[in-house]
């Protein structure tokens, strides 16, 4: 089992950063690739960002590319989201999940997720 727990999410005006933290216990961090994911109600979740189990390798929609980082330290057991240049349609729900397979850009592949953290762009 891994328990993941996001933070750092906010009321924000267009144009500014928020970061959120996402800390996992129980099983080696370092062996699961991680992904952020987002959701609006009446909508499917939407996958954001992943990054391998080194950190070497990661992977952006479309939509957050060039604003987004994804990040982590496995040190520290933490996968990282830095946000910048927020719009009001990044408006959501964001959640972080572990996949122990291949680093995947398929939700039905994570194993394990996080209850989310509330991020909401004011225009």
Known sequence: QVQLVESGGGLVQAGGSLRLSC???G????NYNMGWFRQTP?????????????????????????????SRDNAKNILYLQ???LKPEDTAVYSCAA???LMTQ???????????TQVTVSS
């Open 106 to 116: 398929k939700i039905s592949e994570y194993d394990y997720w996080g209850q989310g």
């Open 99 to 101: 996949s122990g397979a």
């Open 83 to 85: 946000m910048n240049n």
């Open 23 to 25: 800390v996992a216990s």
């Open 42 to 70: 009446g909508k499917e979740r939407d996958l954001v960002a992943v990054i391998s189990w080194s950190g070497r390798s990661t992977y952006y929609a479309d939509s957050v590319k060039g604003r987004f980082t994804i």
């Open 27 to 30: 099983r080696t961090f370092s």
